[in-house]
């Protein structure tokens, strides 16, 4: 029996430097089909599926948030919360300058920029989400509970 390649990304580096179990998924990426498409392939609930975005608030001041795939972020909510005039999803460039990972790959563990991130509150009613593990078509499986032991997100509710 072949053992499974994990890739080696920023992602799963962090993740064995620090102890934490992930199991791993893979599907064929597709430009632009986002968790629905993922969710498709994988056969796992949307909700499930937890998207990492980057955004930058109105003094350029990057931050992401962690949501919920079937669900959008409400900016006006967002910026709300943060007490900045407005925030907006970062450029592609920038997100990934930020990141270190190309869009459609973008892991919240291991990122070059040190930033402030925010968990949206229905993703911990798993005990176990889905989130990018740090390339494209490559999903990794971790505990809610060791998310917010590594990550140390502030949990809002900025769906819609």
């Known amino acids: 029996m072949s053992k499974i390649k994990i890739p080696s990304t920023q992602a799963t580096r962090f993740l064995k430097a620090k102890s934490i179990e992930f199991k791993p998924y893979f599907y064929k990426y597709v430009e632009h089909g986002g968790t629905k498409e993922s969710a498709k392939q994988l056969n796992i609930e949307e ?34 919360i943060i007490g900045v005039k407005s925030v907006n999803i970062a450029e592609p ?36 989400i889905i989130i990018n593990g740090g390339q494209r078509g490559f999903l990794i499986e971790i505990s809610t509970d060791a998310l917010k032991e590594c990550l140390k997100p502030r949990i809002v509710d900025v769906a819609v």
């Open 93 to 128: 460039k920038k997100a990934e300058k930020y990141t270190g990972y190309r869009v459609g790959g973008t892991s919240p563990f291991g990122c070059k920029t040190a930033m402030q991130i925010f968990a949206q509150k229905n993703i911990f009613d798993f005990d176990k």
């Open 47 to 80: 909700h499930r599926i937890v998207k990492t975005l980057v955004f930058e608030d109105c003094n350029s001041n990057p931050l992401m948030v962690l949501m919920n795939g079937d669900f959008e972020v409400s900016l006006k909510q967002l910026a709300r």
